[in-house]
């Protein structure tokens, strides 16, 4: 396969959500001797924007994105270990610590967003459900992460949000970290009145509040 | 006299019933289920079942599944505050109740959702009893002027203050059993009599998959000896927590349903036990839960057929929608459940005045489903052959002006026949204008102030009310709640 040909296989890849196809080629590439970094912004890369618009136009729907935001996930993990280390950092987006709150066991939201985020090129620490505020805490001090995710479908646990940017301030390290926060209950209005960073109405939107908080978009 | 036929829908083939239930056992063998509470797994564990501490996972045989379903009561009773009035849950009787555990409420001034306070229970509370056609009551709405530790206790509180029906609700938390139990036993007047006439019925819900929780698991358990019927909530969403097939999901219903089951009886035999749920669709587009999709009305359709045919009382979410004001969305999602629900047999059906994923009460919704309860009440009564002859006697000595309305066949039978509706509107147009032109909402909002002005509160003895402000309150305080709105 000359190169077009092998990067339209790996758009491809991405674009059908296949994610051992996808992580072969990426395989293929470093047994090659191949450019991790041009497979990634030539190959893996356009995939998940086309897959993007096929979201957009409404001919994908969630099973669809998830599975290519896999396969994304698949190919970068092969990949990322192979770049030097200023490009695998300038590539990353940066790191989000992610999860739903205590009391909380919905976690298909969280998921989505955990997803979407690594195929667009973050480092997603996902901690689950159920997360204790202390937890976040502690994963973002010992991830170096810039981002904190917090998701809560109940308007209960959705207080937990406050709690966790009181927390931060109270231990002097509320401007080390952007907080991003989601959910069912929680509005435009609820993440400006808590002084979140930022707000994602759905996952997508999600990734755009994190791309933008990181100065990426 | 020739009686009516019970109108009847169902959905699944015998064959398919058997696949269903022959995979959930399957994987009840194989697989298991998992059990984050300490003591289910020993109960699980005393009584033979193969359990792995470390993953939490129990996997239960095929003959303890049958023993504990031979165990289980096939029909459950349920009277109501005063003790007098009793509702038989089981067969293809039909017990409608509001939906449950609301966390919004739909503003009746501006439409718009806010959080419910104390005072939106009561009102609940007393629409509920006011209305005829909820057989129950539910702890439809949680109060956020009271802090959430007692959340689930308060809740029961106001219902049992201002309704006398049975209570459709459950525990937020492993310590709020105990005072919910002690308020449903002072008002039988000890835990013997409680057993003897449940006045509550306990909601708990599996995680999907094929995961009981540590709380839910304890509700079971606490349950069951206090001889307090659970519904077991199966909640698979098709395609995201369970299988994305119909037949699929319920596979994964039935298995969490069984587990729940066999939990109760083992902790105490003969524990009676309601084989509900609350799965849904899902929206692969926006990521929601529809409850007013129509598959999800299938799968609650096809469970409560399973359960029927395990000899289970059974229940589902239905006659409740997504739309978010009390809309013609919201009439079309509930009657359809509604009259489905009736049509499929369904014991027990929670969800009218439920909008918005099951999250926000509306009470111009309550008092429209209302009348759609009544309407499929109706249905399921059916056609019979009130007297024979059934009218050739009406017709001797016909003439061209015969009229019926001043028959004495009439004013024996109208009233029986025909149910006599006054919300929708059957007014002439012009009667209709003159009227102030309201839609239905409109119509609605009135009925609730007008019931609000004129019902008068069926509030308990002086004396136990006082008793139940004692329990409440030794809660509150042990919870470190200093004050209560009532």
Redesign the interface.
Known sequence: MDMTTTFQAMTQAVVDGDRDKAAGLARDVLARGGDPQEAIENGFIPGIQKVGVLWESGEYFLPELLASAEAMKAAMAVLRPALETGRAAALSLGKVVLGTIEGDIHDIGKNLVAALLSANGFEVVDLGADVKIERFISAAEESGAAIIGLSALLTTTMLGQRRLLEELKSRGIREKYKVLVGGAPVTRKWADDIGADGYGENALAAVQAAKALTGRR | MIPAIRPKVELLSPALIDQIVGEAYLILEREGVLFENAEARALFRAAGASVDEAAQRVRIGRRLVEESLLQTPASVVLYDRQGEKSFHVGGDDVHFDPGSAG??IVDLRTNRER?PVTNDLVTQARLTDALPNFHFQSTSL?S?DVP?II?DSYRVYIALLHSAKPIVTGTFRVEGFGPMRDMLAAVRGGEDELRRKPLAIFDACP?PPLKW?HLTSQSLIDSARAGIPSELISMG?T???SPATIAGTLVQHVVENLAGLVLCQLAAPGAPVIFGGSPSSFD????TTPMGAVETMMIDMAYAQIGKALHLPTHAYMALSDAKTADAQAGYESGIGAVLAALAGVNVVSGPGMLN?E?AVSFEKLVIDDEICGMAYRLIDGIAGREIPLAEHLFRDFKPDTQFLTLPHTRKWYKLEHRLSTLPDRDTYDAWVAAGAKNIAGKASDRVREILDKTPVRSPEPALAEELRRIILDDARRNGVAALPV
């Open positions: 966390t919004r959080p949680v956020s959430p959340g995680s929780s969403m395609g995201a927590s692969m587009r926006k990521g994923y999250s």
